[in-house]
C-alpha cells in the first residue's frame, strides 16, 4: 500500500502564493515520478506539473512562469509553489506518484477569490 497526503490547500486572493506539499508513504522501492493534477467543477482532471526522478520537468503551458515543481527524493515529497495566483486556479490540486502504477492523493481544494 502506497500513501499520498497532501497539504497546503486554501483561499487566497488573486495575485497571491500557496505552496501545496505530498508526501507518499507505504510500500514504496523506487517513486518514478510524482507530480501534481487539478480538477476544476465541471472539468476534467489535467496535468498542472510533473517532475521525473531524474528531474526532468513538465508544466501546462497555463501555469509556466508561475508556478514551480520541486522534488526531494529522500523524503519522498513533491512540492508545488503557485505564484500569482489566478481565479482560473482554483481547482481541487491532485498528488500522483508513478511508482509501478499510479497513486492519487485524497486532493486539497485552492481557491482564488477576492
Known amino acids: 500500500q502506497v500513501q499520498l497526503v497532501e497539504s497546503g490547500g486554501g483561499l487566497v486572493q488573486p495575485g497571491g502564493s500557496l505552496r501545496l506539499s505530498c508526501a507518499a508513504s507505504?510500500?514504496?522501492?523506487?517513486?518514478?515520478?510524482m507530480g501534481w493534477y487539478r480538477q476544476a467543477p465541471g472539468k476534467e482532471r489535467d496535468l498542472v506539473a510533473f517532475?521525473?526522478?531524474?528531474?526532468?520537468?513538465t508544466y501546462s503551458d497555463s501555469v509556466k512562469g508561475r508556478f514551480t515543481i520541486s522534488r526531494d527524493n529522500a523524503k519522498n515529497t513533491v512540492y508545488l509553489q503557485m505564484n500569482s495566483l489566478k481565479p482560473e486556479d482554483t481547482a481541487v490540486y491532485y498528488c500522483?506518484?508513478?511508482?509501478?502504477?499510479?497513486?492519487w492523493g485524497q486532493g486539497t481544494q485552492v481557491t482564488v477569490s477576492s
Open positions: 500522483n506518484a508513478v511508482i509501478v502504477s499510479d497513486y
Open positions: 507505504g510500500s514504496i522501492f523506487i517513486i518514478n515520478g
Open positions: 517532475i521525473t526522478r531524474g528531474g526532468r520537468i
